[in-house]
């Protein structure tokens, strides 16, 4: 009797050894890092963000008036940055701003290795904590916004739960004028946006500042931090879901439940609207009711409106807003004239050949970007361009669909 009662002591200590073993194998996935192009909510917030790369020329000018303001706003450094400048780092913590992540000397991400991707994030990680004490997670920012599946999966192991995009580019590392900037953030305003500038010393950026902020109080706006912003995130759907087919895009699958392609990436926080994959669970945003669309709206141009703005504002194509207004030219719009908005019964599938776009004068790949509701860094790939500021007269680029 004792004998058997040694054995099932022995049985049952190998069977929990045998348990830790395999729990111990068995390798834990982390969750990858959710992109963040903008927050669902009707409620009127607006995050100012800015990307440090390398002089952070104007800081200390940004940080007085946001100060003088009252506003609080996120910080994304580079670890080249925070150790040429630890000092004004320390500057941005210890006035209460947010920080996060944004690789170490700005490489694209989606041309690097794993293990570099990680070295970039460790490594500005180490180098801020030093300064400041504080650490960048779980906020990364990829540098030119390049990013893949691989690139989220890799972050959102490393701790970074949220990739930060931007709702609105001011562009303002270009030298665009304080008043570019801030009428490119007025006509683009919505609620929960998240606005892009750089805290370099080439830009007008805190020329623009006051300008922007006094414009938007008076909308009503209410300035947060990212995270601040993420508190706003509505879950408001129709709870209705698609699985994605062989052939299916994101262009039939919004065409098919009266929503746009926008709406169908915010809502599932796609980072790259043009990658999906058969068996993939997609949540359907809006109300699920039965009254249908209306066929068209009617917009009515404003000082500063451009076609690319107005096409973001109502989940179009500048294409589609072109072809319903018979525009011959898509740079050329006149204040106070009324555009035809189209709706999906109006909106046909996109273009299967290639566009082509032979450079002018005075082209820049943002510019022809802009005009076909693409980015620089897509037309760039599409055509195999290893620097995005050269470009010449009289080359033909091909426009991704």
Sequence with gaps: MIKKIQLVKVIAALVASLLV???????????????????????????????????????NEILAILVKNNIKATFFLTGAATQQHPH?????VNQGHEIGNHSFNHPDFTKISTTQVKDQLNR?????????????????RPPFGASSTTVLNTVGEMGYTKTIMWTIDTVDWRGD?????????????????????????????????????SKLKALGYKFVTVSQLLTYQSSSTSGRTHIVK???????IALRYGVTVQQLATTNRLANPNLIRVGQVLTIPGSGGTTPPPTSLRHTVRAGDTLYAIALRYGVTVQQIVAANKITNPSLIRVGQILTIP??????PPPTTPVKYTVKAGDTLYRIAQRYNTTALEIAKANNMANLNLIRIGQVLTIPN
Aim: glycine share 8%.
């Design 21 to 59: 073993m395999f729990s111990l194998a068995v390798p834990v996935f982390a969750a990858p890092s959710q992109a963040v192009y903008r927050v669902n909510t009707t409620t009127k917030v607006v995050s100012f963000t800015f990307d440090d790369g390398s002089d952070g020329g104007h800081i």
């Design 88 to 92: 004004l780092i320390r500057n941005i």
């Design 124 to 140: 500005t990680e180490t180098m801020v904590k030093n300064a400041t004490g504080k650490t960048t997670k779980p906020l990364f």
């Design 177 to 213: 004028s304080a008043a570019t900037m801030t009428n490119k953030v007025i006509n683009n305003i919505v609620p929960g946006a998240i606005v892009l500038m750089h805290a370099g010393q080439d830009t007008f950026t805190p020329e623009a500042l006051p300008g922007m902020i």
């Design 246 to 252: 062989a052939g299916e895009t994101l262009y039939s």
């Design 343 to 348: 709706t999906r019964s109006q909106t046909t």
